[in-house]
């Protein structure tokens, strides 16, 4: 674990400064669930899953329609989310797994390491996934107090993945569970949070809360089974809802609801596409969820896989009702979260997400141009507020598809429109240069 020491000196040569008084920080909770399609929430859409918590949420806060993951995949978009830049740039474009032995660079500065050194109490509770060979890899050495949780998803043992690592339930660096009750993760995830929120005696506090659930094997505890009408699945979603609103009524209880930015949002889409090697143990392909009117799923650079539902909470600061279809993704999470804070982002590297704290509050548009697709270390795709361009590989046929219009990708125009072609084509040659050369 980083010394306080070692820290500020990190600090200090990675160029963010923290402004301000601690007593006038908000409190911050970042909820991340794992595989959640964009359908899945009944504010987005879905038909039987009902998910009152999150709705209450969404209309007392902002709903984005158009906001995306940085990666169709857990650990890169896990990498762009705490980095606030794109997986290829920050060097982890691929997910790691149990005999891994790396993980995201070490010269990468996470979003809880600021956070830290401006004076805020940091937790992780939840799916790590970001390296767990060396102890230098864990949350406790990235800019978090504490750490409980797993180290990568929640299927990568046998049956499903031919490994002979156990995978183990941690409390900071120490395994306190084997086997591991998937049961009962969210509940006790949830209630990591709560306890670590009545803790904070009045401390700015910084919980990053990256579900298991509703990746496969999907898991919920006996009282919520059966509750859904979708299933099994249904029933994972609603106690995910379950656990928001639990926060969301310690955060009111405490009094400091008015002082706490509240964010939630999903890695990737749903995996509709999974292998016949997860069909064991009780998987079924019907476990998975919606990607609603989106074509695509999990892996992919089709709007399935990766555009996500995304609710922002901050009463009194986020006006309720806030409803937008502007351009925005998870790296813009990084700068908006600490500059909430008061505290500069790093200003010795490229930062590619930008500040959205205007737009969730209803005061301007997004900033955000553009977004890239990547699917690992290639660039797929790119989509501006009217077009998206998808062309996995140089050979391939261009397909331009009015993302407005046409959300689910059904129709080709790019022979109408050979200049906006021509011009994004462009764009992917262009940031395709910058970032190998990054």
């Given at each position: 674990?980083?010394?306080?020491?070692?820290?500020?000196?990190?600090a200090?040569?990675?160029?963010?400064?923290?402004?301000?008084?601690?007593?006038?920080?908000?409190?911050?909770?970042?909820?991340?669930?794992?595989?959640?399609?964009?359908?899945?929430?009944?504010?987005?859409?879905?038909?039987?899953?009902?998910?009152?918590?999150?709705?209450?949420?969404?209309?007392?806060?902002?709903r984005?329609?158009?906001?995306?993951?940085?990666?169709?995949?857990?650990?890169?978009?896990?990498?762009?989310?705490?980095?606030?830049?794109?997986?290829?740039?920050?060097?982890?474009?691929?997910?790691v797994?149990?005999?891994?032995?790396?993980?995201?660079?070490?010269?990468?500065?996470?979003?809880?390491?600021p956070?830290?050194?401006?004076?805020?109490?940091?937790?992780?509770?939840?799916?790590?996934?970001?390296?767990?060979?060396?102890?230098?890899?864990?949350?406790?050495?990235?800019?978090?107090?504490?750490?409980?949780?797993?180290?990568?998803?929640?299927?990568?043992?046998?049956?499903?993945?031919?490994?002979?690592?156990?995978?183990?339930?941690?409390?900071?660096?120490?395994?306190?569970?084997?086997?591991?009750?998937q049961?009962?993760?969210?509940?006790?995830?949830?209630?990591?949070?709560?306890?670590?929120?009545?803790?904070?005696?009045?401390?700015?506090?910084?919980i990053?809360?990256?579900?298991?659930?509703?990746?496969?094997?999907?898991?919920?505890?006996?009282?919520?089974?059966?509750?859904s009408?979708?299933?099994?699945?249904?029933?994972?979603?609603?106690?995910?809802?379950?656990?928001?609103g639990?926060?969301?009524?310690?955060?009111?209880?405490?009094?400091?609801?008015?002082?706490?930015?509240?964010?939630?949002?999903?890695?990737?889409?749903?995996?509709?596409?999974?292998?016949?090697?997860?069909?064991?143990?009780?998987?079924?392909?019907?476990?998975?969820?919606?990607?609603?009117?989106?074509?695509?799923?999990?892996?992919?650079?089709?709007?399935?896989?990766?555009?996500?539902?995304?609710?922002?909470?901050?009463?009194?600061?986020?006006?309720?009702?806030?409803?937008?279809?502007?351009?925005?993704?998870?790296?813009?999470?990084?700068?908006?979260?600490?500059?909430?804070?008061?505290?500069?982002?790093?200003?010795?590297?490229?930062?590619?997400?930008?500040?959205?704290?205007?737009?969730?509050?209803?005061?301007?548009?997004?900033?955000?141009?553009?977004?890239?697709?990547?699917?690992?270390?290639?660039?797929?795709?790119?989509?501006?507020?009217?077009?998206?361009?998808?062309?996995?590989?140089?050979?391939?046929?261009?397909?331009?598809?009015h993302?407005?219009?046409?959300?689910?990708?059904?129709?080709?125009?790019?022979?109408?429109?050979?200049?906006?072609v021509?011009?994004?084509?462009?764009?992917?040659?262009?940031?395709?240069?910058?970032?190998?050369?990054a």
């Amino acid at each position: 674990m980083v010394g306080a020491g070692m820290g500020a000196l990190a600090a200090e040569k990675a160029g963010y400064a923290a402004t301000g008084g601690s007593g006038s920080r908000p409190n911050i909770v970042l909820i991340f669930v794992d595989d959640m399609g964009y359908g899945d929430l009944s504010c987005y859409g879905h038909p039987t899953i009902q998910t009152p918590r999150l709705d209450r949420m969404a209309n007392e806060g902002a709903r984005l329609t158009s906001f995306y993951a940085t990666a169709p995949v857990c650990t890169p978009s896990r990498a762009a989310l705490m980095t606030g830049r794109y997986p290829v740039r920050c060097g982890q474009p691929h997910n790691v797994g149990p005999g891994s032995k790396g993980g995201l660079p070490l010269s990468e500065i996470l979003m809880a390491e600021p956070l830290k050194q401006a004076g805020y109490r940091t937790m992780c509770i939840g799916k790590w996934h970001l390296g767990h060979a060396k102890e230098e890899l864990w949350p406790t050495s990235r800019g978090f107090d504490h750490f409980y949780g797993l180290p990568y998803s929640n299927d990568m043992r046998r049956p499903w993945v031919q490994t002979d690592v156990p995978l183990k339930l941690y409390r900071d660096s120490e395994a306190i569970e084997h086997p591991v009750n998937q049961d009962t993760l969210t509940e006790r995830y949830t209630e990591e949070a709560v306890k670590f929120i009545k803790d904070s005696a009045g401390d700015p506090f910084f919980i990053y809360l990256p579900h298991s659930m509703p990746h496969l094997p999907v898991r919920t505890s006996e009282r919520f089974r059966g509750t859904s009408n979708a299933g099994l699945y249904g029933d994972v979603i609603e106690t995910l809802d379950w656990s928001t609103g639990r926060i969301l009524d310690t955060l009111e209880a405490e009094g400091i609801a008015d002082n706490t930015l509240v964010i939630f949002t999903s890695d990737n889409g749903p995996w509709l596409n999974l292998p016949d090697r997860m069909l064991q143990e009780g998987n079924e392909r019907w476990h998975a969820g919606s990607p609603g009117p989106l074509r695509g799923a999990k892996a992919s650079t089709w709007e399935g896989g990766m555009r996500e539902p995304m609710i922002a909470w901050w009463p009194g600061q986020i006006p309720a009702g806030q409803l937008s279809a502007e351009l925005a993704c998870t790296m813009d999470l990084y700068p908006t979260i600490l500059r909430a804070a008061g505290v500069e982002p790093p200003s010795d590297r490229t930062i590619d997400g930008l500040d959205i704290m205007p737009l969730l509050r209803g005061q301007a548009n997004s900033p955000r141009e553009r977004f890239y697709y990547f699917r690992g270390s290639r660039l797929e795709a790119v989509r501006n507020d009217t077009w998206k361009l998808r062309q996995p590989r140089p050979k391939d046929e261009p397909e331009l598809y009015h993302i407005e219009r046409d959300v689910a990708e059904q129709y080709n125009v790019a022979k109408d429109h050979p200049e906006v072609v021509s011009g994004l084509q462009d764009r992917m040659k262009s940031f395709t240069k910058e970032v190998r050369k990054a």
